[in-house]
């Protein structure tokens, strides 16, 4: 089976502009959550979708913001970004809340 | 709330060395509990995981973590470490019912560095 699949690997992007990241869940897995990871945060939850829902958020400003389709992929979108949203965006996904998560290899965000 | 502390930042072991990395966590009642580990500039890898029953569990790599209710740890352990084991561990908690069961806690990670 495939595991979670993330693009783009790797993104550059100028203060100001907006980024989309895009996570591929398992095969049969409903569930996809987000995570930051930086430095000196650690690893931060975002938000967590379920059947095309979210159903959880984080503390992380409005900027960010995600979304989950019916095949279960799911984009996160930051705006307006800022330096500090330079970080490795971690995508992880599982069956159902009482189930392990499953991350994928991150997305790394640079914010110049 | 849920938390998680790892209080090693860094730990350096010979290759062939023992090693246990230490886990503390702080939850209301007993809650899912996960070791990662993330080699540089990789996602997370689950390494194994405490649910219930048996304290003792088993995971990929050689590892075994210990659960100690009396003392809220889970210390992660192998007996002879390889120099491929070099990478970031992570414990992490979930809770197991209502509104915790969403998400994982992590702690600030402890990095493992390993001699020849």
């Known amino acids: 089976k495939a595991g979670v699949t993330q693009t783009p690997r790797y993104l550059i992007k100028t203060r100001g502009q907006q980024v989309t990241l895009s996570c591929s869940p398992i095969?049969?897995?409903?569930?996809v959550s987000w995570y930051q990871q930086t430095p000196g945060q650690g690893l931060q939850f975002l938000f967590e979708y379920f059947s095309e829902t979210q159903r959880n958020k984080g503390n992380f400003p409005g900027r960010f913001s995600g979304r989950q389709f019916s095949n279960s992929r799911s984009e996160m979108n930051v705006s307006t970004l800022e330096l500090g949203d330079s970080a490795l965006y971690l995508c992880?996904?599982?069956?159902?809340?009482?189930?392990?998560?499953?991350f994928g290899p991150g997305t790394r965000l640079t914010v110049t | 709330a849920q938390s998680v502390t790892q209080p090693d930042i860094h730990i350096t072991v010979s290759e062939g060395a023992s090693l246990e990395l230490r886990c503390n966590y702080s939850y209301g009642a007993t809650p899912y509990l996960f070791w990662y580990v993330q080699s540089p500039g990789q996602g997370l890898q689950l390494l194994l995981k405490y649910f219930s029953g048996d304290t003792l569990v088993q995971g990929i790599k050689g590892f075994e973590a210990e659960f100690k209710r009396s003392q809220s740890s889970f210390n992660l352990r192998k007996p002879s470490v390889h120099w491929s084991d070099a990478a970031e561990y992570f414990c992490a908690v979930k809770g197991n019912s209502g509104g915790s069961n969403y998400k994982l806690t992590f702690g600030k990670g402890t990095l493992l560095t390993v001699n020849p």
């Open positions: 095969s049969g897995h409903r569930s």
């Open positions: 992880a996904s599982t069956i159902s809340a009482g189930h392990e998560q499953y």
